[in-house]
C-alpha cells in the first residue's frame, strides 16, 4: 500500500470540549451538546494505520485597553489603580478589594523626575507598594535587568490575576517589564506608563516584549500585551526636544504609510509641536480630512495612535509578516545596535525611512516634490536624514538578513505617494539599491550626523 493509500485510510472525527460541574469532556461533532460551559476550542482526533493523533485548535484572546487620560498621578485619579479593570469596575468602589498592592518598576530619570509623585500617590491611597528604579537604557536592555526585577517581584509577593506589575518608563522600560511579566508564573498581568513621545505612540500600544541577545536588538521576547496602557502628554513637559523629535519620527512613519492628513500636519505644525512639546492644542493646520479631527498635539497622537492599532490588533502576534509598520525598521536596527548610543531609536528610524524615500523615488514610487516635501518635514521635525555609519555594505547586509527572516519574501513596504504604502515583496534590485543610496548619499550628507 502507498503513502497515499494509507493517508486515504485515515479518519478524523472532531470534538467539542463541554465543563459539566468542573469536569472537561469531549463531546463529537455533530451532536447534542450537554448543558455546560462550551470551550472555544476544538480537539481533532485522527486515526489511520499508522495509529492516532490529536490536533488542539486552541484560539487565544486577548483584551487589552489603552487610556488617554489627565493629572494620571493625581490621588484623586483612580486610573492608575483601576483603569485597566474598565470603566464598569472603576465606578465601582465596592468591588475593590481592601488591601491594596502595587509592584512597580519606574526608570531611574523618571524617578529623580516622578518618583516623589509616585510614591505620594500610593500613600495617600494607602496601597502597599515597591518601587523598583532601574538604569533602562538600550545599553541596559538585557536578561540581566529582566532576572533582576522577577527576583524583586518574587521578593515582594504578588497575585499574579489580580495585582499587575505597573513600568513607568520609556520603551526600553516597558519592554523588559513586559518580558519579566510574560516570564514570572508564565503570565502575569502588567501596565505600561509610557513617558516617552516614542514610547506613547508605538510601544505602549502593541503586544511585543523584548531585550537584546547576542549583538542583536529585540532577539528574545514574547508575544503579551499590558491589560492596559495609560497615556498622558504631561509626562512630555521633562523630556528634552531630542527626545520628541525622537518620538515625531515614529509619527511620521504612520502619517507616510497610511494618513496623509497626519503627514500634512507634522508638515505645517511639526516645529510648533515641537517647541510646545505637544502639550498645547492650538495649531495653524485645522484640517479635518482623513477624519483628522482638527490640529493640535492631541489630535496628531490620536491619529497616530489610531493608525499604529488599525495595524497592530489584526496582527497581534505577527503571523502576517507584511506590515506596513516595518517602514523604517528595514536597516535602522543594524544602523542603530552599531553606532550604540549614539542614535536614539527614532532617530535610526529617520535615517532608514529616508534613505527608503530615495530607494521609493528611484523606483518611480514618489515624484521629485513628495521625496522633497518628506524630507523637508524630517527636517522640520530635527530629525536626522542621513548618517556616515549608514554604508551601502551596512545597508546590503541588513536587506539580506530581513530576506532570510522573511520566509524568503524581502516585505519590503516603501510609500507610493503622501500617506501612501505598499508592500514590496520583491528583493530590490541592486543597481537601483546602489544608485538610491548615491542619490540620497550626494543630495543629504551635507546634512551631517544628529
Known sequence: ?????????????????????????????????????????????????????????????????????????????????????????????????ANVRRFVVVDETVHRLYGAQVTRYFESRGVVHKLLPLPTTEENKSLELVSRILEEVHRFGIDRRSEPIIAIGGGVCLDVVGLAASLYRRRTPYI?????????VDASVGAKTGVNFAGG??????????????????????????????????????????????????????????????????????????????????????????TMLEELAPNLWEDDLDRLVDFGHLVSPELEMRVLPALLHGEAVSVDMSFMVYVARQKGLLSAEEKRRIVQCMLGLQLPVWHRECTLALVREALGERLRHSAGSARMPLPTGLGRAEIFHDAIEDNVLAQAFQNWTDELSSAGNK
Open 1 to 97: 500500500m502507498t503513502s497515499h493509500d494509507k493517508s486515504s485510510c485515515s479518519r478524523q472525527t472532531r470534538y467539542n470540549l463541554v465543563q459539566v460541574k468542573g469536569t472537561w469532556t469531549r463531546q463529537a461533532e455533530p451532536g447534542q451538546l450537554a448543558a455546560g460551559r462550551l470551550s472555544q476550542a476544538k480537539i481533532v482526533e485522527t486515526q489511520s494505520d499508522r495509529g492516532v493523533s490529536w490536533t488542539v485548535v486552541s484560539p487565544v484572546v486577548f483584551t487589552y485597553r489603552v487610556v488617554q487620560c489627565r493629572d494620571l498621578l493625581d490621588p484623586r485619579n483612580d486610573t492608575l489603580l483601576w483603569g485597566h479593570v474598565g470603566d464598569q469596575g472603576l465606578a465601582s468602589a465596592s468591588s475593590r478589594p
Open 192 to 200: 505600561r506608563v509610557p513617558t516617552t513621545l516614542l514610547s506613547y
Open 217 to 306: 536588538k529585540n532577539k528574545l521576547g514574547s508575544y503579551v500585551p499590558p491589560v492596559a496602557t495609560f497615556l498622558d502628554r504631561a509626562f512630555f513637559q521633562t523630556l528634552p526636544p531630542r527626545q520628541i523629535s525622537n518620538g515625531l519620527a515614529e509619527m511620521l512613519k504612520m502619517a507616510l504609510m497610511k494618513h496623509r492628513g497626519l503627514f500634512e500636519l507634522l508638515e505645517s505644525d511639526g516645529g510648533k509641536l515641537l517647541d510646545t512639546k505637544l502639550q498645547s492644542d492650538q495649531t495653524t493646520n485645522t484640517s479635518q480630512q482623513d477624519g483628522g479631527g482638527g490640529g493640535g498635539a492631541a489630535a496628531s497622537v490620536r491619529m497616530a495612535i489610531e
